[in-house]
């Protein structure tokens, strides 16, 4: 089983910790191909920044189908940007890792709070959360203020800090597990996990297991109706390279 895990944001350092948190859970048979597009933002932390993602996104989605060997597709960012666009292109199936960490959460506790980077990306994790279904679940999001980039930094207090976030969601929200809201704290989950002592869901991981099981099910993106491939026709400009033959 081959799984390519994309970080649509341009930063290397968090796509090598990303592909590394993939493997540690991946079943032993399966190559996860963790990239980073070649254009596009060094983080994702507003809609414009979500937008600019979505080209290189689905240039690596594109790349993948036409080597042929991809076997499905994880999103890394939270936003889950260009899901539906990903999923109109590839055979296999596309796991976004909110979606993948909201639903795990859902089946491990009755409620969850999303402790996230920035507030202003707040609004992007509730609608998420409206969209699939979660909202009953979810109590709260919450954001540490601190921008996308310092979770890369040496000596950064971003782990004391996103763990302060998550004491007070469990004491304040009435939550009885987390969802990691940025694909960046990937590396923090287990830590969190053992000084919290309640399930802590990365959605890295939870994407990784999630697109194993739907590829060992043999489940394939459905190409009836809304998720078929997208019908071709010119795009001009900078974005001529787009275009889908027929």
């Not at 990239?35 to 790349?63: C, N, T």
């Not at 890369?152 to 939550?175: F, Q, V």
Request: glycine share 10%.
């Amino acid at each position: 089983m081959r799984i390519k895990i994309i970080n649509p944001n341009t930063t290397w350092s968090m796509t090598e910790k990303i592909g590394a948190c993939a493997r540690a859970v991946a079943h032993a048979g399966t190559e996860i191909v963790a990239v980073s597009p070649a254009m596009g933002p060094l983080s994702i932390e507003s809609h414009y920044d979500e937008a600019l993602a979505v080209p290189g996104l689905l240039q690596e989605i594109a790349a993948g189908e036409r080597e042929g060997n991809i076997d499905g597709y994880v999103i890394a960012c939270f936003g889950d940007p260009g899901l539906k666009a990903a999923r109109e292109l590839a055979r296999g199936p596309v796991v976004g890792i909110a979606e993948a960490a909201m639903h795990l959460a859902s089946m491990v506790g009755s409620r969850f709070s999303v402790v996230t980077t920035l507030g202003r990306t707040m609004g992007q994790a509730w609608h998420l959360a409206e969209i699939y279904g979660m909202e009953r679940f979810c109590a709260n999001v919450r954001a540490c203020d601190l921008p996308v980039l310092e979770l890369e930094e040496p000596g950064s207090r971003a782990r004391e800090r996103i763990i302060d976030e998550c004491r007070r969601a469990l004491e304040e929200d009435g939550s009885d597990c987390i969802v990691l809201g940025c694909a960046g704290m990937t590396d923090l989950c287990a830590h969190i996990e053992q000084v919290l002592g309640v399930p802590v869901i990365d959605g890295v991981a939870a994407g990784t297991k999630l697109i194993e099981s739907l590829v060992a099910l043999k489940l394939r993106t459905s190409k009836r109706g809304e998720l078929a491939k997208p019908l071709p026709k010119p795009i001009v400009g900078a974005l001529e390279s787009f275009t889908l033959s027929s």
